[in-house]
């Protein structure tokens, strides 16, 4: 099976939008965006819940109940971020992600240690990537992968 075959895997999908559902349902309006991202990056239908979530932001915008387009679908950036330090941190996150995925195994203390030896970040900062700045998420939208990705890196690494 080749990697294009695994980006149209309906599983990884679904376990992108279970994870995208939850932050929106609890309040996140930038999950509505990212969810609308990840159905038209997979060429996929988009599902109800999604449709209902956009088209209810939308209107709320039409209707001038809100504010800002920021108060339908969240900012683009949150109220003191410092673009660059955020540009590594997004650049960073699938490395980190990919690393705990390819290592299978649960968090341990010393894994942030060796995925920020890899990449020459340090622990702590492997660590908020992977809490604060999205690489758990991705992570767990790559599990459906990881026999992929492990057999690709052993490949490589020959």
């Known amino acids: 099976m080749k ?6 895997n309906k599983k990884f999908l679904a ?7 939850e932050k929106c349902e609890s309040g ?7 969810a609308l991202h990840q159905c038209f990056l997979m060429n996929a239908s988009v599902p109800k819940w999604l449709r209902q979530a956009f088209v209810q932001a939308y209107e ?3 209707r001038f109940e809100i504010r800002s387009w920021d108060d339908a679908f969240g900012p683009a950036r949150e ?10 941190y997004a650049e960073l996150r699938y490395s980190v992600a990919l690393g705990v ?13 060796k995925i920020g030896t890899d990449l020459g970040i340090g622990k702590n900062k492997a ?3 992977y809490y604060k700045h999205g690489g758990k998420e991705l992570a767990e939208a790559m599990k459906p992968l990881a026999p992929f990705l492990r057999k690709r890196a052993i490949s490589e690494k020959n």
């Open 127 to 129: 660590a908020d990537i």
């Open 101 to 113: 995925v390819l290592r299978e195994s649960n968090i341990q203390p010393d894994l942030f240690d």
């Open 60 to 62: 709320a915008a039409a």
């Open 15 to 21: 376990e992108r939008l279970t994870i995208l559902r």
């Open 79 to 88: 109220k003191g971020a410092h673009p660059k330090t955020r540009k590594q």
């Open 3 to 8: 990697g294009r075959d695994y980006l149209d």
């Open 28 to 34: 996140n309006k930038a999950a509505i965006l990212k």
